[in-house]
Nanobody
Framework: QVQLVESGGGLVQAGGSLRLSCACSGRTFSGFAMGWFRQAPGKEREFVAAISWSGGSTYYADSVKGRFTISRDNAKNTVFLQMNSLKPEDTAVYYC??????????????????WGQGTQVTVSS
């Protein structure tokens, strides 16, 4: 059974930092892109960031570019999202995703078959 398990969410003040982790298990993820989406209360889910299997290519939403960094450790089947300079508008449930898809569609949520259960990030002003 494939599982993606996020951790690292929590409550932080504006300007602070959090590091999310997503551990994957249940199959081989060789060649898989991995990424993060988020959903704020009352809003649609949106793309945050994605990274290639090798880690050599990354892609970010404009809203987080320069503040968030995605990385991965393939030996541990884990992807990370370092979030700095957090803002109240970053408050959302953050979801980890994985699938073997090309870079051109990384930002499209329905292209991903594998999803985590989500972790809450709350940024207070």
């Amino acid at each position: 059974q494939v599982q993606l398990v996020e951790s690292g969410g929590g409550l932080v003040q504006a300007g602070g930092s959090l590091r999310l982790s997503c551990a994957c298990s249940g199959r081989t993820f060789s060649g898989f892109a991995m990424g993060w989406f988020r959903q704020a209360p009352g809003k649609e889910r949106e793309f945050v960031a994605a990274i290639s299997w090798s880690g050599g290519s990354t892609y970010y939403a404009d809203s987080v570019k320069g503040r968030f960094t995605i990385s991965r450790d393939n030996a541990k089947n884990t992807v990370f999202l370092q979030m700095n300079s957090l803002k109240p508008e970053d408050t959302a449930v953050y979801y980890c995703v994985a699938d073997k898809i090309p870079a051109g569609i990384w930002s499209i949520e329905y292209e991903y078959d594998y999803w985590g259960q989500g972790t809450q990030v709350t940024v207070s002003s």
